[in-house]
């Protein structure tokens, strides 16, 4: 089955610099790459998220980048703010619909 | 919509007791997956059903843990008797066809003491 890691398990930046986030995967079937983020107390929320048949997706000041070849995907955060702040996940669906998340990166972003 | 519904918020019982934790999809979705929470852990998938019928259970821990899905509106994960590792938060989560964009509920925070 599919098995995600992702590192770094925490990141500190000071605001206004990048922050960035990498995942690998195991499965080469997984196809659908998404990011999400829990604030403290809170749910996971989707974010953005990525497929197989691209390399390279943007959102604002957020953008993920995947590379099947070397089974890797990252999540670039620019222009970090405080509200930034929070635990994100990585995830790959192995191919079969089904969710497998990352340990987590707690990000700190300090003003 | 509300999005999707998890009762209780929290629960507190003692190991031995049965626990059930409840979510009520987002109406339209198809598919529901159960999440298990924990520092140790992380984010375990328990089961997901697609249109009611249970696809994958593999991330069940073990026969004390079951889930069900009635009807297109709502499902239970039941924890019968519960134990202190069983201390989590569950979320449940809802999509509208497989793994893409799933919607969380709120959790319960479950204390098993």
């Known amino acids: 089955g599919e098995n995600v890691e992702q590192h770094p398990s925490t990141l500190s930046v000071q605001e206004g610099d990048s922050a960035v986030i990498k995942c690998t995967y195991s499965?080469?079937?997984?196809?659908?790459f998404p990011w999400y983020k829990q604030e403290l107390g809170k749910r996971p929320q989707l974010i953005i998220d990525?497929?197989?048949?691209?390399g390279e997706k943007k959102d604002q000041r957020i953008a993920v980048t995947l590379n099947k070849t070397a089974k890797h995907f990252s999540l670039h955060i620019t222009e970090t703010q405080p509200e930034d702040s929070a635990v994100y996940f990585c995830?790959?669906?192995?191919?079969?619909?089904?969710?497998?998340f990352g340990a987590g990166t707690r990000l700190a972003v300090h003003p | 919509d509300a999005g999707v519904i998890q009762s209780p918020r929290h629960e507190v019982t003692e190991m031995g007791q049965e626990v059930t934790l409840r979510c009520k999809p987002i109406?339209?979705?198809?598919?529901l997956f159960w999440y298990r929470q924990t520092m140790m852990r992380g984010l375990e998938l328990l089961i997901y059903?697609?249109?009611?019928?249970?696809?994958?259970d593999s991330g069940m821990p073990e026969d004390r843990f079951s889930a069900k899905m009635p009807n297109a509106s709502f499902s239970t994960l039941k924890i019968q008797p519960s134990e202190p590792r069983d201390s989590a938060v569950y979320f449940c989560?809802?999509?509208?066809?497989?793994?893409?964009?799933?919607?969380f509920g709120s959790g319960t925070q479950l204390s098993v003491l």
């Open positions: 989560a809802s999509s509208l066809g497989g793994g893409e964009k799933l919607f």
């Open positions: 499965d080469s079937a997984s196809n659908y």
């Open positions: 990525i497929r197989s048949n691209v």
């Open positions: 995830a790959g669906d192995g191919g079969y619909n089904k969710l497998i």
């Open positions: 109406s339209g979705h198809n598919s």
């Open positions: 059903f697609n249109n009611n019928v249970p696809i994958d």
